[in-house]
């Protein structure tokens, strides 16, 4: 987009402004500050107006428009942005013709604007009328987010300085398959903690051995104030739910990402969202960002764990895009990508 004439222009621009909300308010406003650049850019460029589109949550139903409506997202850049040429859209997903890429709503978003601007890298997956049909009608451009996430995380794709470690958590070992074949095939390491570690442990799907947790954080139920002890993670009471890695394996995931030049991190280690079950979420993330090397760290659920540890600026990138950022590195071509002439 810094090649793109926006003087005078009026420019849609695809955010991404998908973020949590609690109590009619947003709860984390990092998205909506990372989208920020983009849009003073323009602004600073004289562009006559800025139109600014996403999508927020899944709503299915005309009864979910009240709880997904981009209201509080609006009402928040309004006093990050105040500028009168900034003006937000309601949320694309209320519309049916935005998961089918529907030429109609891509036409509808893009009637009275000259140029589109996409900088929902969160989004770039989706072949939606937001991020490829109105690519398709207007001169498009790569916007200052989506450009630097291809960037830092294209990173790791290419030559990486070595020891190289990937860890990776969360439920299921299938969400992140793809990235951990790709990735993982490459890393001098690769560490496996929260639920997906039990599936990798009883028939492990990858070609290279991984590491496992040494002990474990385990409950009686899945309960926040569950009985809960540490044990061998080999030796969980019938019954019980491992819902965080223990002290032992904490350490040593720690040592072993101590030495490494280059990390990749996506998923947390336990039910971090209840602080008894956090610890070993909390300990990666400070391992992480003692790391001398290059750092990056995707997915909601991880990024929050750097938040919530002061850590975010620590690291070299931590990443807005879940699902973008796992497509990406699994190799795959990214659709709103695709669909900027420059980009492609």
């Not at 005078?8 to 998205?31: F, M, Q």
């Not at 020891?163 to 095939?185: H, M, Q, T, W």
């Not at 909390?282 to 001398?292: H, L, T």
């Amino acid at each position: 987009m810094r090649e793109a004439d926006v003087a005078r222009k009026r420019v849609l621009v695809r955010s991404d402004l998908n973020v949590p909300l609690e109590h009619g308010r947003v709860a984390d406003a990092t998205r909506i500050e990372a989208s920020l650049p983009t849009l003073e850019l323009l602004l600073e460029r004289d562009a006559a107006e800025v139109r600014v589109c996403s999508h927020l949550g899944r709503p299915k139903t005309e009864a979910d428009r009240e709880q997904y409506t981009l209201a509080p997202v609006r009402e928040l850049l309004r006093e990050l942005l105040p500028d009168a040429r900034v003006t937000v859209l309601e949320d694309t997903r209320f519309e049916a013709g935005e998961a089918a890429n529907d030429p109609r709503f891509a036409k509808e978003l893009a009637d009275g604007c000259d140029l589109f601007v996409n900088d929902a890298f969160g989004s770039a997956h989706r072949a939606h009328a937001s991020t490829v049909g109105v690519a398709e009608l207007l001169p498009a451009y790569a916007g200052l987010l989506l450009e630097r996430e291809l960037e830092m995380l294209g990173r790791l794709l290419g030559e990486v300085e070595r020891p190289f470690v990937l860890i990776s958590g969360g439920a299921k070992v299938e969400d992140k398959l793809g990235v951990l074949r790709n990735l993982g095939g490459r890393a001098d390491e690769v560490l496996i903690g929260g639920k997906m570690a039990e599936e990798v442990r009883e028939s492990n799907p990858l070609e290279f051995a991984v590491v496992l947790p040494r002990d474990v954080v385990a409950a009686a139920a899945f309960e926040e104030d569950a009985e809960a002890r540490v044990v061998p993670y080999d030796s969980l009471p019938d019954g019980w739910l491992g819902l965080d890695i223990g002290p032992e394996t904490r350490r040593d995931f720690a040592d072993r990402l101590a030495g490494a030049r280059t990390v990749f991190w996506n998923g947390p280690m336990g039910v971090f969202e209840w602080p008894r079950f956090a610890e070993g979420t909390r300990a990666v993330a400070e391992a992480v960002g003692r790391v001398e090397g290059y750092t990056v760290v995707g997915g909601a659920d991880s990024v929050r764990a750097l938040h919530e540890a002061g850590l975010a600026d620590v690291v070299d990138w931590a990443s807005t895009g879940g699902g973008a950022s796992l497509e990406l590195l699994e190799g795959k071509e990214l659709p709103g990508v695709a669909a900027i002439p420059e980009a492609a």
